[in-house]
Antibody
Framework: EVQLVESGGGLVQPGGSLRLSCAAS????????MHWVRQATGKGLEWVSAIGTAGDTYYPGSVKGRFTISRENAKNSLYLQMNSLRAGDTAVYYC??????????????WGQGTLVTVSS | SSELTQDPAVSVALGQTVRITCQGDSLRSYYASWYQQKPGQAPVLVIYGKNNRPSGIPDRFSGSSSGNTASLTITGAQAEDEADYYCNSRDSSGNHPQFGGGTKLTVL
């Protein structure tokens, strides 16, 4: 069974740091792009970062320079290092496996999510 | 703000057909993918590409695209289809994924 399990969420003060982890199983982790997507309470989905099979990384402007995505293929693990956290970063963070075709892309499956709360 | 626009809410009578739409310039070049999210749960992929359903997704779910608009159609909506639905595609530069704001589907 293909499965993604996130961990590492919690309460952190503004300006603080947190590292999220995502453990993958049931597929050849090294062969897939991986993503982080977040969702603030009652809000929509927001793409946060991506890492390709070659280790190339991508970020939206809202987190670029503060968040770092990485992977450790030997451990089938994905990470998100979050620095300089702000109240606006409060959300459930999901990891998701990415797929790309010529004219489309999609995320499947998704983990169950881990809650990050940035508050003093 | 999202470059993919969805109606915030749509309702459908039980057993009837409903179409959920997603508009954006990138949809002229890329097919959307669609996700169903029920309260307290992670999103689930229901449609990707031109009109592909992952294993386990009922065939009452279908996708289509025309111009700058992608559509998710549920033919014969069931009570269990009540959920939030999100479209996803690339942004206008084609470099980054982007989600629509989501549509809350109510089955009456």
């Amino acid at each position: 069974e293909v499965q993604l399990v996130e961990s590492g969420g919690g309460l952190v003060q503004p300006g603080g740091s947190l590292r999220l982890s995502c453990a993958a199983s049931g597929f050849t982790f090294s062969s897939y792009d991986m993503h982080w997507v977040r969702q603030a309470t009652g809000k929509g989905l927001e793409w946060v970062s991506a890492i390709g099979t070659a280790g190339d990384t991508y970020y939206p402007g809202s987190v670029k320079g503060r968040f770092t995505i990485s992977r450790e293929n030997a451990k089938n693990s994905l990470y998100l290092q979050m620095n300089s956290l702000r109240a606006g970063d409060t959300a459930v963070y999901y990891c998701a496996r990415g797929r790309v075709d010529v004219d489309t892309s999609w995320f499947d499956p998704w983990g169950q999510g881990t809650l990050v709360t940035v508050s003093s | 703000s999202s470059e993919l626009t969805q109606d915030p809410a749509v309702s459908v009578a039980l057993g009837q057909t409903v179409r959920i739409t997603c508009q954006g310039d990138s949809l002229r070049s890329y097919y959307a993918s669609w996700y169903q999210q029920k309260p307290g749960q992670a999103p689930v992929l229901v449609i990707y590409g031109k009109n592909n359903r992952p294993s386990g997704i009922p065939d009452r779910f279908s996708g289509s695209s025309s111009g700058n608009t992608a559509s998710l159609t549920i033919t014969g909506a069931q009570a269990e289809d009540e959920a939030d639905y999100y479209c996803n595609s690339r942004d206008s530069s084609g470099n980054h994924p982007q989600f629509g704001g989501g549509t809350k589907l109510t089955v009456l």
